[in-house]
């Protein structure tokens, strides 16, 4: 399976040059730690062909604006998409690209092309309907691994439930949500480093959620949820801890040792 990315540079006049890498998602926030010269360079030797990934084929992306001195990138898998490394990812990449705005993409590539003005609809996939991820219980598998591809799942103040984050996000699915996680296995206290969650409370009819990836119509999905208040958290997933009420408690990040770790990985990548 390709691990596909766009790359966009918008030049000092406003003209941009789009370009397509058929294996550069993985690691593409390590990649950037390099710099803008560099990664000027890089870009510059792979062929641009115009073709703009839609919302299920691009894995990530990165547009490099000269003329506003912004970075905007997104990636699904990589040291930034992890709960223990997003922090230091993201403030070493500031750090590589002094004096620029570096954000996150949480809309994927439709971020890319509204930033240039572009019609985003352009790369919705409307013929995708919204996958549901797995309903896991406490003994599945997945958690033996230290970052397990999860989303938490918290209802009021003493439901907590995890979801396999190999489809959408929960928070796509709707008030549907609701129902299903009604007899989902039930993990009283989430301790599991997630990549993504979504809180409901019923009573007050609000939804907060987060995702340290990106999620088509990020900035829509109160349409999803008709009625009820639908706050994005962005990458902070903290907000989840503290409105679910002791419910979801990942495991203490240490911030040294994730700078430690991410420069290890951006040094070992850059390694012939």
Do not use: K
């Amino acid at each position: 399976m390709a691990d596909r990315a766009n790359f966009v540079v918008v030049r000092e006049d406003g003209a941009y040059e789009l370009y397509l890498s058929r294996f550069g998602a993985v690691g593409i926030d390590l990649d950037l730690l390099a710099g803008p010269v560099r990664t000027l360079s890089t870009l510059r030797h792979m062929s641009a062909d115009g073709w703009w990934l839609d919302d299920v084929l691009c894995q990530g992306a990165a547009l490099v604006d000269l003329r506003r001195r912004v970075l905007l990138l997104f990636a699904l898998e990589g040291p930034s998409t992890v709960l223990r490394h997003r922090a230091a990812a993201l403030e070493l990449l500031r750090r590589a690209w002094a004096g620029w705005e570096v954000r996150w993409a949480y809309d994927g590539n439709a971020e890319l092309r509204a930033h240039l003005g572009l019609d985003p609809e352009f790369v919705r996939d409307r013929g995708c309907a919204a996958l549901a991820g797995a309903l896991l219980a406490p003994e599945d598998e997945e958690f033996t691994d230290p970052e397990p591809m999860v989303a938490v799942a918290t209802v009021g103040p003493d439901r907590c439930h995890v979801v396999a984050n190999t489809g959408d996000h929960p928070v796509r699915e709707g008030v549907a949500l609701l129902d299903r996680l009604a007899a989902a296995p039930e993990h009283g206290v989430c301790r599991v480093a997630a990549e993504a969650g979504i809180h409901v409370d019923p009573l007050r009819r609000q939804v907060g959620w987060w995702t340290l990836g990106a999620v088509p119509e990020a900035y829509g999905t109160p349409r999803r949820w008709p009625g009820w208040t639908v706050v994005f958290w962005q990458d902070r997933w903290e907000e989840h801890v503290r409105a679910a009420g002791g419910r979801f408690r990942p495991p203490a990040v240490d911030r040294e040792r994730a700078s430690a770790e991410v420069r290890a990985a951006a040094g070992a990548r850059r390694r012939p």
